[in-house]
């Protein structure tokens, strides 16, 4: 059985003093939430706030992005020991706004699951496809590439080690999510791409939801077979509306 995920991206919002507050809100309402693992994911500059906010609490942190270097001269580059020594559980890596904005490849987003988990780190790799990639019906042959980059370089032994989380890149922050149908679809045709190499890392290995999952969505998606989570952008900056997504996981 995978005990669902729920992670919070916050991506770079927020500020010191909103950064307490939503840690505390989180905190303060996470009791109801018993069966489903949550996370968060701020600003690297708000993880010490993370990890003395929630140290006594169930919950989780991480970070957004992670160097595949360890130590060394590479400029406001952050290493996997420096966030495992705030107790950071998990990092993410390959988001699409990493893919997009810094030009980040297949390679360099296997490199950096490698080096999160050198670290300790149990990395939320991210996969999906472009709006146009979806409209040339290229989808599987985007999200497969992207799976099989991790595969190549350390065998389904390492992304097994990881999550995955499905964000079709056309349902970030648009508020246009993936029906549940077309999330459990790619979904299920990720776990399948997985038990090609070994069907029992297969069925264990969470696959998370991303894209404009909401309160108001949430359940519906999280019911699909293959949907064990979800990693959520705008809807984790609100406590009372990522603490609504972390309920509906329970059930
Ligand atoms: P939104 O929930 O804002 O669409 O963001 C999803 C996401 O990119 C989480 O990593």
Redesign the pocket.
Known sequence: MRQPLVAG?W?MNGSRQSAIELLNGIKAGISEVTTAEVAVCPPSIFIPLAWRTLADTPIAWGGQDVSVHESGAYTGEIAGSMFADYDCKYV?VG???RRTYHGESDTLVAEKFEAARKAGLIPIF?VGETLEEREQGITEQVVGRQVDAVISRGGVGLLAQGVV?Y?PVW????GRTASPEQAQDVHAFIRARIAAHDPEAAAEVRILY????KPGNAAELLAKPDIDGG??????LKAADFLAICTAANA
């Open positions: 991206n991506k993410i988001h699409s706004e991210c989380a964000e349902a970030i922050g648009t991303g894209g404009s999952m990693l959520i952008g705008g809807a984790s």
